[in-house]
């Protein structure tokens, strides 16, 4: 695990309890920084967190849902409560929908989740923190969890790809309406990365999981860690002249 110079930084982490938000926070946590866990499930939430703490890391688990406003809010309060201040957050609650699944068959309920949780949550997520950015007088940095899947169309996947081409979409209007404020918002894009939400749709389907890796040039699919470093960097000050950006890790998925 690589460690960048996050100190002192203090983290906010949405969907910490597995994946890819698992993988940062103890990315983070590695490299210095205070972090704090959010998620829905409780026992997973200090699991996460008492494993970073037994690392010698700090860390602490919150509760919550970011399909409301209010629990994101409260969040942040808690952050504030807990550290004194937010430096930083890794956006990375999301839920992968009928996935594989030819658009005529999908359900309108399960449409709207995907977009509730993806896209509306990612929103709220962003306008929560910005607000306390600003509250401190400027400055701050958003990693947001997008996917390949927002950047280039993917076959029987229209609710995942609608959700994570919307998080793109935001995040690029985020960084530019808040440049002058010295807050910085960059989207992480990866391929297949094995956790424990994209692990149902191939389980039992070797010839699925087959297709996905011969779609990454690199000949396999990605590891939590491998995008876990890169939110570190990202939210680090080695990369202060990133903003904006749609980052993919996807073995070369997008390069074809």
Same mark, same amino acid.
């Given at each position: 695990?690589?460690?960048?110079? %996050?100190?002192?930084?203090? @983290?906010?982490?949405?969907?910490?309890?597995?994946? @890819?938000?698992?993988?940062?926070?103890?990315?983070?946590?590695?490299?210095?920084?205070?972090?704090? !866990?959010?998620?829905?499930?409780?026992?997973? =939430?200090?699991?996460?967190?008492? +494993?970073?703490?037994d690392r010698g890391g700090d860390a602490v688990a919150r509760g919550m849902d970011?399909?409301?406003?209010?629990?994101?809010?409260?969040?942040?309060?808690?952050?504030?409560?807990?550290? +004194?201040?937010?430096?930083?957050?890794?956006?990375?609650?999301?839920?992968?929908?009928?996935?594989?699944? *030819?658009?005529?068959?999908?359900?309108?309920?399960?449409?709207?989740? &995907? !977009?509730?949780?993806? %896209?509306?949550?990612?929103? %709220?997520?962003?306008?929560?923190? &910005?607000? #306390?950015?600003?509250?401190?007088?400027?400055g701050g940095v958003i990693v947001n969890a997008a996917s390949v899947a927002g950047l280039v169309g993917t076959r029987v996947?229209?609710?995942?790809?609608?959700?994570? $081409?919307?998080?793109?979409?935001?995040?690029?209007?985020?960084? %530019?309406?808040?440049?002058?404020?010295? !807050?910085?918002?960059?989207? =992480?894009?990866?391929?297949? @990365?094995?956790?424990?939400?994209?692990? *149902?749709?191939? $389980?039992?389907?070797?010839?699925?999981?087959?297709?996905?890796?011969?779609? $990454? *040039? @690199?000949?396999?699919?990605? #590891?939590? $860690?491998?995008?876990?470093?890169?939110?570190?960097? =990202?939210?680090?000050?080695?990369?202060?002249?990133?903003?904006?950006?749609?980052?993919?890790?996807?073995?070369? =998925?997008?390069? #074809?």
């Open positions: 695990m690589a460690r960048y110079d %996050l100190d002192g930084k203090v @983290i906010l982490v949405t969907g910490g309890t597995s994946g @890819i938000g698992k993988a940062a926070a103890e990315a983070c946590a590695a490299s210095g920084a205070k972090v704090v !866990i959010g998620g829905t499930d409780a026992s997973r =939430l200090g699991s996460v967190a008492g +494993g970073i703490r970011v399909t409301s406003a209010a629990e994101l809010t409260d969040a942040v309060g808690f952050t504030i409560e807990t550290y +004194g201040r937010l430096d930083g957050a890794f956006n990375a609650a999301g839920v992968a929908g009928p996935m594989f699944t *030819p658009m005529l068959e999908v359900d309108e309920a399960a449409f709207d989740r &995907v !977009i509730a949780v993806n %896209l509306k949550g990612l929103w %709220l997520s962003m306008r929560a923190q &910005v607000a #306390q950015f600003l509250a401190q007088g400027g996947n229209t609710a995942y790809s609608a959700s994570k $081409h919307g998080v793109v979409g935001l995040t690029r209007s985020v960084a %530019l309406e808040y440049a002058n404020r010295q !807050i910085r918002v960059n989207a =992480l894009c990866p391929g297949w @990365i094995e956790t424990p939400m994209t692990d *149902p749709v191939t $389980h039992g389907r070797p010839e699925l999981f087959e297709q996905v890796v011969a779609r $990454h *040039p @690199i000949g396999r699919t990605g #590891q939590p $860690h491998e995008t876990g470093d890169l939110v570190a960097w =990202l939210l680090s000050d080695a990369s202060t002249f990133v903003t904006g950006a749609a980052i993919p890790v996807d073995g070369g =998925l997008t390069a #074809q």
